[in-house]
């Protein structure tokens, strides 16, 4: 990471998996100080659709649709260092009544309208 991405060069460096998702793709929580933080994607080089990651993530970006940026990717390797949107997720509110939920839903659906 420090090697790839030149502001993490100060402090300790800390790595921390996120258990969610069910892909073969592994997420990791990259923090070297509490206020900078970035998610390394590492993906199975032999899954064909781990491959398009990237060029999806470029054609959200181009159409204004919001999704982690990407910082860097390491084809060869099948590394990805991506912007990190924070630990909550649509399915982190799902105990929360719908007025709060609904929110969240309109605007996930707002960016799918998008397309």
């Known amino acids: 990471t420090r090697r790839r991405l030149p502001a ?4 300790q460096i800390e790595i921390a998996p996120i258990e969610k998702g069910g892909s073969d793709r592994r997420f990791y929580r990259v923090r070297c100080m509490p206020e900078q933080s970035l998610i390394l994607v590492k993906y199975n080089l032999e899954c064909a659709e781990n491959r398009h990651y990237v060029r999806i993530a470029e054609f959200l970006a ?5 999704a982690p940026k990407i910082y860097f990717h390491d084809a060869e390797e099948g590394l990805i260092w991506i912007e990190d949107l924070g ?3 649509l399915f982190s509110f ?3 009544t719908w007025l709060l939920r609904g929110v969240f839903y309109r605007l996930a659906l707002d960016e799918i309208a998008k397309l």
């Open 8 to 11: 993490f060069s100060e402090g």
């Open 62 to 66: 181009q159409h204004k649709i919001a």
């Open 87 to 89: 630990e909550d997720d």
């Open 94 to 96: 799902r105990d929360d």
